[in-house]
């Protein structure tokens, strides 16, 4: 953790606390020792370790920065196996990804939406994993859809790009792009002819990254990073 993160900021965190835990078996802090944190999407802070009770880590904290907003990047990404989603959802939101749209698709696994990793709410863990690895306070919404038709139709986005190897042209490394974007990744076997035809009749520019076909999970990553510089934000 780069930062730890709370919904409010507290006076005293029961030792019973991961976060607790995590000063003060992985940090190593003592009483007079200082930290970074912040409220999730919220202003930062340093805090001060007043004291280590069994009642807790009593703390003072001093405001250091107003809160920083994610970049204006929308990820809509096609459901895949939930230890490959654990991956990409940690490393969205370390990227600043300021939206998650997770669709089910015409070619992926139906049951995936129907995992633990949603149904149990184990997803916002890893945003919040995700974030207090970034340094910085910031989660994105991540919103539901059953399909490719529905999702394309709550895009809010200055330019949409469709990553695709079959009907991708120009590459995402040679794009210039402005204002805010959404990027569709599909399944680990592609978007179908249908969603493709949908998403090409809606606007989106069919765009790649190469000619490797790759992992969804290397594919949304390498898509975030690349598009952030194509925006010139990263």
């Known amino acids: 953790m780069n930062i730890i993160l709370f919904d409010a900021m507290p006076t005293l965190l029961p030792l019973s606390d991961e976060r607790a835990k995590h000063i003060t078996h992985i940090l190593r802090l003592k009483k007079g020792d200082s930290f970074r944190s912040g409220i999730i999407n919220g202003e ?29 990047l929308t990820l809509m990404l096609a459901e895949v196996r939930p230890i490959s989603m654990r991956r990409i959802l940690r490393e969205a939101v370390s990227l600043g990804v300021g939206r998650i749209m997770l669709l ?39 919103e539901f859809f059953s399909s490719v038709d529905e999702a394309v139709k709550a895009v809010d986005s200055d330019s949409s790009l469709l990553l695709d190897n079959v009907v991708g042209k120009e590459r995402l490394s040679q794009m ?23 998403m090409l009749s809606n606007g989106f520019t069919p765009t790649r990254i190469g000619n490797r076909i790759l992992r969804t999970e290397t594919a949304a990553v390498a898509t975030i990073a690349m598009t952030l510089s194509a925006m010139n934000l990263i």
């Not at 210039?176 to 949908?198: F, H, I, K, N």
Request: proline fraction near 5%; aromatic fraction near 8%; charged fraction near 25%.
């Open 44 to 72: 930062e802070f340093e805090s001060t370790i007043v004291s280590i009770t069994d009642d807790g880590i009593a703390i003072e904290s001093r405001k250091t920065r107003d809160a920083v907003p994610l970049f204006p």
């Open 176 to 198: 210039y792009l402005t204002g805010s974007v959404t990027v569709a990744v599909g399944p680990e076997r592609g978007w179908s002819d249908r969603e493709r035809e949908l």
């Open 104 to 142: 089910i698709s015409d070619l992926g696994e139906k049951s995936y939406s129907d995992a633990g990793l949603y149904t149990k709410g184990e997803y916002r863990k890893i945003l919040l994993d995700g974030a207090m690895q970034s340094g910085f306070t910031g989660i994105p919404p991540v």
